[in-house]
């Protein structure tokens, strides 16, 4: 397949890019590094052995992008040289990760090479690149585009997924995905919806799934296809959006070879005017885990994404238990209202004052397991593990719940010199389902934080935060014993504070010093300090950042997609610049 791609490529670099003048290309780019040096510090629990004598970890890349006219191209060169600690160890090593050649001249556009892209939300099809994760599901073969009237936008694809540094050659076990996409924007396509206040758009996707199976013991189905539907309303300010997904039975390792269809919806209304907003979201999920590798159990190899719909929290404590969204089932609800009191008035101050308040809730899905006559768990296929499944009430609500976050936040600038925010959050986190920890008693913690800015002149100023959670642990039953083989549950358990002030000379340099203490850890020699220093240099699009201090063990997680990161300690660098 890289020999007829880098073919192709050539072919269309010779239909369109010497009809111009080489003067009129373009060429971007960027780099990124990360390293870290660690050291031991059993205060914390880094010893020798834990670390594997892994004394640095350095994560690198760099993207090149050319484009002349209607034709682009580019590559994007990785470096894992070891990987840092959290990051999965099959990404070591380097090389040429993704590259692209692209031609549109606005009716049709033709990609080949690796391509990042998404049908809708994304239910069925979203590949992307986060590299906070080290999570990279391109898809390396074909997209063509094709607008064959005002409105209409066609689309499809086809090609392999990346998995790590594995070859693409036909001996590889992962599936082939073939996809096709079209939307019709009607407020383009009819110019009379234009002077209305009526906004509408169709969509709809088909993906599929071919991989040969070589499974013994089960009866995989070697395509699986997946059917999406899609519809945007808007009047003046209202807008109503809806999304709804269906997939064949589709067993897998990670569904424990449930033969399920799957269904997923995302339904969500809105209303906003000058100084008031106010959006309320639904979701539910049901056996949407769609990978091109069937024994796939990790976050690798997704065709499809589920999104969030709950509120991201960026402050360090709240951050410590962000939702991971549960393929296999959920229900969600997310309710936001925005409001800025306004400005010169007794409440609203000189500058006015903004208030955020958020609900959101996710609860599991309502399961009727199928019991076979004479047994009392679900049925079994020839005895294996694999079930005939069960059933579902479509609007049935489970009686288990993952997670809720309440939180209510005030911004409001003082005067010229001074700026607040400060937030309250009541959470509620089912450890043992959000990261598989079975037995975890559930979190239910209240946190609260202020972060105050000064501004000292028009280039200086500092920051204060002050944060602190208090979390429900019963700590008389947590003893030293109980928590055996359960570390990593307990070392983030029990009251935390935490301070930070930055100070900040615009537009070049900043420096910071922090800390976390997990003071009402239930297990004293958990208690620990995770104090950190930084300073960074910025000139232009480059960034340097040094950091030196601990880390806390956690989930770092972007767009309800998470990863574990171990507690660590050392020295760090991060070097970022594009051009």
């Keep these: 397949m890289k020999r007829f791609l880098l073919s192709a490529a050539l072919f269309l670099c010779s ?91 606005g009716t049709i556009s033709v990609t080949i090479g690796d391509i990042y892209d998404q049908f809708g939300n994304g239910f069925i099809f979203r590949t992307y690149e986060e590299w906070a994760l080290g999570f990279d599901n391109s898809l390396r073969g074909m997209r063509v585009i094709y607008r064959p009237a005002a409105g209409v936008t066609l689309k499809g694809v086809y090609g392999k997924q990346r998995f790590f540094w594995n070859s693409y050659g036909a001996t590889e076990k992962r599936g082939i995905v073939r996809g096709i996409d079209g939307e019709w ?7 009379a919806m234009n002077d209305t206040k009526f906004r509408a758009s169709l969509g709809g996707s088909f993906v599929s799934k071919y991989q040969k199976n070589t499974n013994t013991t089960y009866n995989i189905p070697e395509n699986v296809g997946a059917f999406d539907g899609r519809i945007n309303l808007g009047y003046g300010r209202f807008a109503f959006t809806t999304e709804y997904a269906y997939k064949i039975n ?74 991971a969204t549960q393929p296999l089932g959920e229900m969600a609800m997310q309710l936001q209202v925005n409001y800025t009191i306004p400005k010169n008035t007794i409440i609203g101050g000189k500058y006015g004052t903004k208030l955020t308040l958020d609900f959101s809730q996710v609860n599991d899905i309502k399961r009727n397991y199928i019991i076979a006559e004479g047994q009392g768990q679900p049925t079994h296929i020839a005895g294996h593990n694999g079930t005939l499944g069960y059933t579902s009430p479509f609007f049935a609500v489970g009686d288990r719940k993952f997670f809720h976050d309440f939180n209510i936040e005030l911004e409001r600038r003082l005067n010229k010199k001074w700026k607040l925010i400060a937030q309250y959050i009541n959470l509620y986190y089912d450890m043992e389902t959000i990261e598989n920890h079975p037995g975890a008693e559930v979190v239910k913690a209240n946190i609260g934080f202020v972060d105050v800015s000064y501004r000292i002149t028009s280039k200086q100023s500092i920051r204060f935060e002050l944060q602190h959670l208090w979390d429900n642990i019963n700590k008389n039953n947590t003893t030293e014993a109980s928590t055996v083989g359960h570390e990593d549950v307990y070392k983030k358990r029990g009251n935390w504070a935490a301070a930070l002030v930055e100070y900040s000379i615009a537009p070049k340099w900043f420096v910071s010093v922090a800390d976390k203490y997990n003071y009402g850890n239930p297990i004293a020699d958990n208690r620990d300090h995770y104090y950190t220093a930084s300073v960074g240099y910025i000139k232009e699009s480059t960034r340097i950042t040094l950091t030196g201090g601990r880390q806390s063990e956690g989930m770092v997680c972007v767009g309800g997609v998470c990863r574990v990161v171990p507690a660590s300690s050392g020295v760090s660098i991060s070097i970022t610049t594009s051009f």
């Design 250 to 323: 589709d067993p897998s390792a990670f569904n424990n070879y449930t033969y399920n269809e799957g269904q997923a919806i995302l339904s969500s209304l809105s209303y906003s005017q000058k100084g008031f907003g106010v959006i309320l979201q639904v979701k539910r999920v049901d056996n949407m885990s769609f990978k091109s590798d069937y024994q796939g159990v990790k976050n690798d190899l997704d065709i499809n994404f589920i999104p969030p719909i709950n509120y991201t929290h960026t402050h360090s404590l709240p951050a410590i238990y962000s939702y």
């Design 15 to 105: 239909t369109g890019l010497f009809a111009q003048s080489i003067n009129e290309s373009q060429v971007n780019g960027s780099f990124q590094i990360d390293g870290q040096y660690y050291k031991v510090d059993e205060a914390i629990g880094i010893t020798e052995e834990s670390i594997d004598g892994k004394k640095f970890g350095l994560n690198g890349f760099g993207k090149i992008n050319y484009s002349l006219g209607n034709f682009t191209a580019g590559l994007r060169y990785e470096a894992y040289l070891p990987q840092m600690s959290g990051f999965d160890t099959r990404l070591q090593g380097c090389g040429i990760a993704n590259y692209y050649a692209s031609y549109d001249n």
């Design 185 to 191: 924007d009607l407020n383009q396509s009819f110019n």
